[in-house]
């Protein structure tokens, strides 16, 4: 699939809390085949502060309305200027980027796990897998019932498990204490989430001998594997987060 | 017709838009983006004679109107340069240029010899300047007699156009351009990358591994075009002018200081087309001004 460089207009905007909203973004022609995993760099307003592009993951796309969402947490300076655009205003965007999540048979029992924005890409790798006959299950962690989103999306993929810290709804602690990774098995995890998470449940894998993909948010310039500043160390050696990834096997990691 | 094309000896380029070493690849990253053959030259990413794995993540930190990076050289060696990327790359008509660095003199030199090799090569750019390696690197580039030494040992066994870059890291940089003009340089290039730092106050640390690495970016402008102009002044070689060029006019701002070519890096990072608008933009601009060379802009501030 070809890159290319586009404006592309915002057809919604929804803000889901203080910390949270998303993109609907129109294509200007037939938006690409993305693949679940993959993602753009997103061109913020060209300030001396915002300097360089923002990576984001396609969180959800719909190609009958030829439209695609990105999932976008207030981290930081890029991404509080983003999160003042509206509906109409237009967005500069490098895509499709990176390789995608692999894809389970049908037979296998899989389950999506994320927290705070690395439920992101979890949504359409979820919808992808639903329309290929894979139904799964997925383990989403919040700090607690109000920081909740995107809960009734999920719901449309598959079996949703919720953890919050204090308990406020599921089951209280963290994800990788959540009792569904002791009493379900799995042929095959992907995740999505903060380092510690992602490396909790590469272990939880690694005990119980499955596999499990992961999708890195590394620091990145480029993002089309010409800077190499989003390396990850790898046992094949340094790789590119942006072309070689995001999504990495945690076996080629050195976790 | 505007001619826009300049020579390095008589070594042609179609036009004075090279694109930087470190910042676009070896070109095949970028031709979803753009035609190659359109660019004045491609100066690919800084080889080694032995593999590096560059510098441990994080490599890289925005700051403001810039960013640091200490990516440290990571690539994959000349063995593998020659056997898989040479044949793949030696298609994209333009004048392609190989960025060679080293830890020691003969690193260069070893290097430089197997370049000269390489029909399709037709320059090589020495890169005495990186800021960013333990060994070698800037060393060579911030000390007159390895600057003449590196330069000379390497004219020696390079029958190539030899570019030299430059670092900014000194007190003054026309010294060194010089020194490297006297010793058979064909061309100087600068800037690399300015030394900095950034700290992560939430984090407490530095914010790349390496502690500092090399500015970049339109922060760094003003700074590369003072030298530029100081350079262009004092050789008689050709200079060729980058250090956050992102915009045409940044581009001619260069050229009007005496450079006669520029290099695009940084800016490829954000707008991977950038080069080709700014190409774009400086025939329009010679266009509109009546302008039927791009030499007649070369160094016009300079003229009495």
Redesign the interface.
């Given at each position: 699939m070809a890159k290319c460089i586009e404006d592309l207009r915002i057809l919604e905007k929804k803000r889901l809390n203080d910390d949270f909203f998303i993109l609907e973004l129109k294509g200007n022609t037939k938006i690409p085949d993305f693949k679940p995993g993959q993602f753009v760099q997103v061109r913020v307003d060209g300030s001396s502060e915002t300097f360089l592009r923002r990576p984001i993951s396609i969180h959800d796309v719909d190609y009958g309305k030829n439209t695609f969402k990105l999932l976008i947490q207030i981290a930081g300076t890029g991404t509080r200027t983003l999160s003042k655009l509206e509906k109409g205003d237009s967005l500069n965007i490098i895509y499709p980027l990176g390789n995608s999540f692999s894809l389970p048979d049908t037979k296998e029992q899989v389950l999506l796990v994320g927290g705070g924005c690395g439920i992101a890409p979890l949504l359409f790798l979820g919808k992808y897998l639903k329309s290929n006959g894979c139904v799964p299950d997925i383990l989403l962690g919040f700090r607690n019932h109000s920081r909740i989103i995107e809960f009734d999306e999920y719901q449309t993929i598959g079996n949703v498990f919720v953890t919050t810290e204090d308990g406020s709804m599921g089951e209280k602690g963290y994800i990788t204490t959540h009792s569904v990774l002791s009493t379900r098995n799995y042929h095959r995890v992907y995740c999505c989430g903060p380092d510690s998470m992602m490396k909790a449940i590469a272990s939880y894998a690694r005990t119980k001998n499955i596999i499990c993909e992961v999708s890195l948010e590394n620091l990145m310039a480029c993002g089309i594997g010409a800077c190499l500043c989003c390396i990850v160390d790898t046992k094949k050696g340094n790789l590119c987060t942006c072309i070689d990834g995001p999504v990495f096997n945690v076996n080629d990691l050195k976790w | 017709m505007v001619n826009l094309g300049f020579s390095i000896g008589d070594l042609h380029f179609r036009n004075p838009v090279l694109t930087a070493s470190?910042?676009?690849?070896y070109g095949s990253?970028?031709e979803?983006?753009m035609d190659l053959s359109r660019l004045g030259g491609i100066v690919v990413?800084g080889t080694t004679l032995e593999p590096r794995?560059?510098n441990?993540?994080?490599?890289?930190?925005?700051?403001?109107?810039?960013?640091l990076?200490a990516?440290g050289l990571?690539n994959k060696g000349i063995d593998y340069f020659e056997k898989n990327i040479y044949p793949r790359i030696i298609n994209i008509n333009t004048n392609l240029i190989v960025n060679v660095n080293g830890s020691y003199i003969e690193d260069y030199i070893a290097l430089a010899e197997r370049i000269d090799k390489l029909d399709k090569i037709p320059a090589i750019e020495l890169n005495i300047s990186c800021p960013n390696v333990k060994m070698g690197g800037m060393a060579f580039g911030t000390n007159l007699d390895s600057a003449r030494e590196v330069t000379r040992e390497v004219r020696a066994v390079c029958s190539k156009k030899l570019i030299v870059k430059l670092s900014p890291n000194v007190t003054n940089i026309v010294d060194f351009a010089r020194v490297v003009e006297e010793e058979g340089a064909d061309s100087v290039s600068l800037i690399n990358t300015l030394l900095g730092m950034a700290v992560d106050v939430q984090k407490m640390k530095p914010s790349l591994s390496t502690i500092t690495g090399g500015l970049s970016?339109?922060a760094v402008k003003p700074v590369a075009l003072r030298m530029v102009w100081q350079v262009a002044n004092a050789v008689t070689i050709p200079v060729i002018g980058m250090g956050g060029i992102m915009t045409t006019s940044d581009a001619l701002e260069f050229l009007m200081a005496g450079a006669s070519a520029i290099q695009v890096g940084?800016a490829?990072?954000?707008?991977?087309?950038a080069s080709v608008k700014i190409l774009d933009g400086i025939e329009n601009y010679l266009k509109t001004k009546g302008f039927t060379d791009i030499k007649d802009i070369i160094g016009i501030i300079n003229r009495k």
């Amino acid at each position: 699939m070809a890159k290319c460089i586009e404006d592309l207009r915002i057809l919604e905007k929804k803000r889901l809390n203080d910390d949270f909203f998303i993109l609907e973004l129109k294509g200007n022609t037939k938006i690409p085949d993305f693949k679940p995993g993959q993602f753009v760099q997103v061109r913020v307003d060209g300030s001396s502060e915002t300097f360089l592009r923002r990576p984001i993951s396609i969180h959800d796309v719909d190609y009958g309305k030829n439209t695609f969402k990105l999932l976008i947490q207030i981290a930081g300076t890029g991404t509080r200027t983003l999160s003042k655009l509206e509906k109409g205003d237009s967005l500069n965007i490098i895509y499709p980027l990176g390789n995608s999540f692999s894809l389970p048979d049908t037979k296998e029992q899989v389950l999506l796990v994320g927290g705070g924005c690395g439920i992101a890409p979890l949504l359409f790798l979820g919808k992808y897998l639903k329309s290929n006959g894979c139904v799964p299950d997925i383990l989403l962690g919040f700090r607690n019932h109000s920081r909740i989103i995107e809960f009734d999306e999920y719901q449309t993929i598959g079996n949703v498990f919720v953890t919050t810290e204090d308990g406020s709804m599921g089951e209280k602690g963290y994800i990788t204490t959540h009792s569904v990774l002791s009493t379900r098995n799995y042929h095959r995890v992907y995740c999505c989430g903060p380092d510690s998470m992602m490396k909790a449940i590469a272990s939880y894998a690694r005990t119980k001998n499955i596999i499990c993909e992961v999708s890195l948010e590394n620091l990145m310039a480029c993002g089309i594997g010409a800077c190499l500043c989003c390396i990850v160390d790898t046992k094949k050696g340094n790789l590119c987060t942006c072309i070689d990834g995001p999504v990495f096997n945690v076996n080629d990691l050195k976790w | 017709m505007v001619n826009l094309g300049f020579s390095i000896g008589d070594l042609h380029f179609r036009n004075p838009v090279l694109t930087a070493s470190g910042t676009f690849g070896y070109g095949s990253e970028f031709e979803d983006f753009m035609d190659l053959s359109r660019l004045g030259g491609i100066v690919v990413k800084g080889t080694t004679l032995e593999p590096r794995e560059g510098n441990p993540y994080p490599r890289m930190a925005e700051t403001p109107s810039g960013m640091l990076n200490a990516v440290g050289l990571q690539n994959k060696g000349i063995d593998y340069f020659e056997k898989n990327i040479y044949p793949r790359i030696i298609n994209i008509n333009t004048n392609l240029i190989v960025n060679v660095n080293g830890s020691y003199i003969e690193d260069y030199i070893a290097l430089a010899e197997r370049i000269d090799k390489l029909d399709k090569i037709p320059a090589i750019e020495l890169n005495i300047s990186c800021p960013n390696v333990k060994m070698g690197g800037m060393a060579f580039g911030t000390n007159l007699d390895s600057a003449r030494e590196v330069t000379r040992e390497v004219r020696a066994v390079c029958s190539k156009k030899l570019i030299v870059k430059l670092s900014p890291n000194v007190t003054n940089i026309v010294d060194f351009a010089r020194v490297v003009e006297e010793e058979g340089a064909d061309s100087v290039s600068l800037i690399n990358t300015l030394l900095g730092m950034a700290v992560d106050v939430q984090k407490m640390k530095p914010s790349l591994s390496t502690i500092t690495g090399g500015l970049s970016g339109p922060a760094v402008k003003p700074v590369a075009l003072r030298m530029v102009w100081q350079v262009a002044n004092a050789v008689t070689i050709p200079v060729i002018g980058m250090g956050g060029i992102m915009t045409t006019s940044d581009a001619l701002e260069f050229l009007m200081a005496g450079a006669s070519a520029i290099q695009v890096g940084t800016a490829s990072f954000i707008d991977p087309q950038a080069s080709v608008k700014i190409l774009d933009g400086i025939e329009n601009y010679l266009k509109t001004k009546g302008f039927t060379d791009i030499k007649d802009i070369i160094g016009i501030i300079n003229r009495k």
